[in-house]
T-cell receptor, first 118, second 110 residues
Framework: DTGVSQDPRHKITKRGQNVTFRCDPI?????LYWYRQTLGQGPEFLTY????????KSRLLSDRFSAERPKGSFSTLEIQRTEQGDSAMYLC????????????????FGPGTRLTVL | GEDVEQSLFLSVREGDSSVINCTYT??????LYWYKQEPGAGLQLLTY?????DMKQDQRLTVLLNKKDKHLSLRIADTQTGDSAIYFC??????????FGQGTELSVKP
C-alpha cells in the first residue's frame, strides 16, 4: 500500500538559493494540497490542485513560491530566493474525489520535507 | 476569519481520561476533524464528526460538538503512554482545505 510520498525528506540550503520539493500523491487521488508547518504551530494551507488545475492559493504563498501539477499526478513546490523565514516543514496531502454525502473527504498526509534555510 | 484555537499543553497520568478542547470559527464547516502527530511521523486522521452530530464515539475516543458555542472536544479514555503526541483539530472549508489549530501536546506520565 503506497501512501503519499515526498522528496527530499530534508533540505538544507543557503539564503538566496532556489529549492524544489516533490510530492507523489496516492494514485487515483485527484486533489492534492500543500501545507506549511512551523515549529509549535499547526499546518497552514498554501495551495491545492484538482487534477492539474490549481484552484486556490493562500496569501501565504508569495511571488517566490510556485506550485505545479502538470499531469494531474505528482506535484512540485518551488521556492525561489529562499529566506530564513521559509524554514519549515512542507506537507503534502492528497484526497480522493468526494464521496457521497455523509462521508468526509479524508486527506492523507505525506511525511513532509523539512527545509532549513541558513 | 479562519481561526481554530486550542490549548497548547495537557499532562495526564496513564489510565486517566484526557480531554482536549478546540474552538473554531466557521459555522458552515460540514466536518470537523482530529489529527494526531507523533515525532517523525506524518499527520494521521484520528476521527471526525459530521456537523449535524453532537457526539461520536469510536472505541476509546469520544468527540463532542457544541455548534452553538463552536466548541469541539476530544476525550481519550484510559490514556496510554502511546497516546503521547500532538493533537490538532481542524475544520474544512470549501475546496477541501483544512484549517488547523495550533495543536495540543499531550504528555502521558506512567
Amino acid at each position: 500500500d503506497t501512501g503519499v510520498s515526498q522528496d527530499p525528506r530534508h533540505k538544507i540550503t543557503k539564503r538566496g538559493q532556489n529549492v524544489t520539493f516533490r510530492c507523489d500523491p496516492i494514485s487515483e487521488h485527484n486533489r492534492l494540497y500543500w501545507y506549511r508547518q512551523t515549529l509549535g504551530q499547526g499546518p497552514e494551507f498554501l495551495t491545492y490542485f484538482q487534477n492539474e488545475a490549481q484552484l486556490e492559493k493562500s496569501r501565504l504563498l508569495s511571488d517566490r513560491f510556485s506550485a505545479e501539477r502538470p499531469k494531474g499526478s505528482f506535484s512540485t513546490l518551488e521556492i525561489q530566493r529562499t529566506e530564513q523565514g521559509d524554514s519549515a516543514m512542507y506537507l503534502c496531502a492528497s484526497s480522493p474525489p468526494p464521496a457521497g454525502s455523509g462521508r468526509p473527504n479524508e486527506q492523507f498526509f505525506g511525511p513532509g520535507t523539512r527545509l532549513t534555510v541558513l | 476569519g479562519e481561526d481554530v484555537e486550542q490549548s497548547l499543553f495537557l499532562s495526564v497520568r496513564e489510565g486517566d481520561s484526557s480531554v482536549i478542547n478546540c474552538t473554531y470559527t466557521d459555522s458552515s464547516s460540514t466536518y470537523l476533524y482530529w489529527y494526531k502527530q507523533e515525532p517523525g511521523a506524518g499527520l494521521q486522521l484520528l476521527t471526525y464528526i459530521f456537523s449535524n452530530m453532537d457526539m461520536k464515539q469510536d472505541q476509546r475516543l469520544t468527540v463532542l460538538l457544541n455548534k452553538k458555542d463552536k466548541h469541539l472536544s476530544l476525550r481519550i479514555a484510559d490514556t496510554q503512554t502511546g497516546d503521547s503526541a500532538i493533537y490538532f483539530c481542524a475544520e474544512i472549508y470549501q475546496g477541501g482545505k483544512l484549517i488547523f489549530g495550533q495543536g495540543t501536546e499531550l504528555s502521558v506520565k506512567p
